[in-house]
């Protein structure tokens, strides 16, 4: 895993930076994106470049990395209402280009495999960009979690429901769906980004500690080609590195 840390202030532009390249290098590259406060001002970024005529990503195909369980549709929290109001409406993204987990439909197993499918129809993903919960969490695929997990139907740890008390939900789902560790693995390249000292505690352990179903993070640190961006918040408890 290649580590780059960056200053606070510069967080979001380096890591805006990292995506754009993949976009320039590969067009039509597939790639999945994360919802959660992480990547808010990277999509904003996103959004100048692609507004300014900077960047296009008008081949792009997007998949989302997970979803909530049992929101309404119209609720803004749902994590495909959140990349459409962040990212989505801003950039040249066509409409049929967007793939959405739909935790609506009687059956969400059937829907996980066609989303798994949709992913292996267009060759795979080329890069997966995920956030990191406080709990090591990658999607919603909680600790205990598998390497050989697909996408599929979770239930969500108690951290999660507690910290989903941001999103001010009038009920707290108590499951989701997410693509798994194995599909973010089979991933070409996967961008791993984390802010905030309320993350350092965690940090330490995706550095310095164990690769362990605990830490769900930790089972993507040998992919081949992963890279962690964090800034020096989330930096800050990790000794022998600086920004
Ligand atoms: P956050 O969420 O970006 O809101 O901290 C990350 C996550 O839980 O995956």
Redesign the pocket.
């Known amino acids: 895993m290649k580590v780059n840390i960056v200053d606070d202030a510069k967080f979001d532009t380096a890591v805006a930076d990292f995506i754009a390249e993949e976009v320039r290098c590969n067009p039509s590259a597939n790639i999945c994106f ?1 919802t ?4 808010k001002k990277i999509y904003r970024e996103l959004s100048l470049r692609v507004q300014s005529g900077q960047l296009s990503m008008a081949s792009v195909h997007a998949f989302g990395l997970d979803e909530w369980g049992s929101l309404p549709e119209t609720s803004k929290a749902r994590c495909s209402a959140r990349m459409y109001e962040q990212l989505y409406r801003n950039v040249d993204i066509p409409s049929e280009h967007i793939y959405c987990m739909d935790t609506l439909v009687p059956d969400v197993d059937d829907m996980c495999k066609k989303y798994e499918k949709r992913i292996a129809d267009l060759g795979g993903l080329n890069l997966a960009i995920v ?3 406080i709990n090591g ?3 919603f695929n909680e600790p205990g979690s598998q390497k050989t997990d697909r996408t599929r139907k979770v239930t969500l740890s108690a951290t999660t429901q507690r ?1 989903a008390k941001k999103y001010q939900l009038d009920v707290i789902p108590t499951w989701g769906v997410t693509l798994g560790i194995q599909t973010l693995f089979a991933t070409e390249k996967i961008l791993i980004i984390v802010n905030g000292q309320h993350k350092a505690d965690m940090m330490t352990k995706l550095i310095n500690g164990l690769e362990t179903t605990n830490v769900p993070v930790t089972l993507l640190r040998n992919h081949p080609n992963c890279t962690l961006i964090l800034d020096s918040s989330a930096a800050s408890l990790l000794t022998g590195w600086q920004a």
């Open positions: 994360p959660g406060d992480t990547p956030g990191v919960g969490h990658i999607g910290v």
